[in-house]
Structures are given as C-alpha cells and as structure tokens.
C-alpha cells in the first residue's frame, strides 16, 4: 500500500505560481498512474490533471490548460503540479490521487485507488 501526502498549497495572490508536490511512501511510485483532483466549498470534486506512469500521457481540464504542468521525478517517488497565474476560481483543496493497476488513470477518480489528505490553495484577488 502506498501513502500520499500533498505539500505546497498556500494563500496567493492572482496571478501567482505554486508548486504542488505529491509524495509517495510505503511502495515505488514509478508505476502508478497520478491525477490531481480539487474540491471547491459547495462544489464537486473535480479533474485537474493526469499523468501515466511513464510520463508519455498527460490530460489537463480546459480551465488549467496553459497554466499548469503536471510532471513526475521517479527517483524522488514525487508527482508535481506547476500552477501558474493563478485565478480565484482555483481557490480549492487539492488532493493528488494514484493507481497501481494502470498505466494512465484519466480524468475519472473511481479509477484511482489512493488518495492524499489534500492541501488548500486558496487564490486571492
């Protein structure tokens, strides 16, 4: 079983960048297909991104493209996501999500097992 742990949320102006990391212990991460998911008050959780295990797919939703990379670091166990000029519609608990049963896991959070305790990131104007 592998643990999750998110790290990098904050409070941030418009226009700001944060660094998100998702760190794995308990099992090698190299494997495990990663998304990012968030969860605004009163809203539905929501897809961020997505990237497969061997960093060769990788899916934004529209309202990030162009601003926020998602990438990988094997040897650190760690998945990234770069957010860049940030928008208060960002403002969001940002969990970080991971599957070992497939390459790539997509936009759909049933098809990740494991999940992180979140992190906030909260964008203010």
């Known amino acids: 079983q592998v643990q999750l742990v998110e790290s990098g949320g904050g409070l941030v102006q418009a226009g700001g960048s944060l660094r998100l990391s998702c760190a794995a212990s308990?099992?090698?991460?190299?494997?495990?297909?990663v998304g990012w998911f968030r969860q605004a008050p009163g809203k539905e959780r929501e897809f961020v991104a997505a990237?497969?295990?061997?960093?060769?797919?990788?899916e934004y939703v529209d309202s990030v493209k162009g601003r926020f990379t998602i990438s990988r670091d094997s040897a650190k166990n760690t998945v990234y996501l770069q957010m860049n000029s940030l928008k208060p519609e960002d403002t969001a608990v940002y969990y970080c999500?991971?599957?070992?049963?497939?390459?790539?896991?997509?936009?759909?959070?049933?098809?990740?097992?494991?999940w992180g305790q979140g992190t906030q990131v909260t964008v203010s104007s």
């Open positions: 990237i497969s295990w061997s960093g060769g797919s990788i």
């Open positions: 308990g099992r090698t991460f190299s494997r495990y297909a």
């Open positions: 999500a991971a599957s070992p049963a497939r390459y790539y896991g997509g936009t759909n959070y049933a098809n990740y097992e494991y």
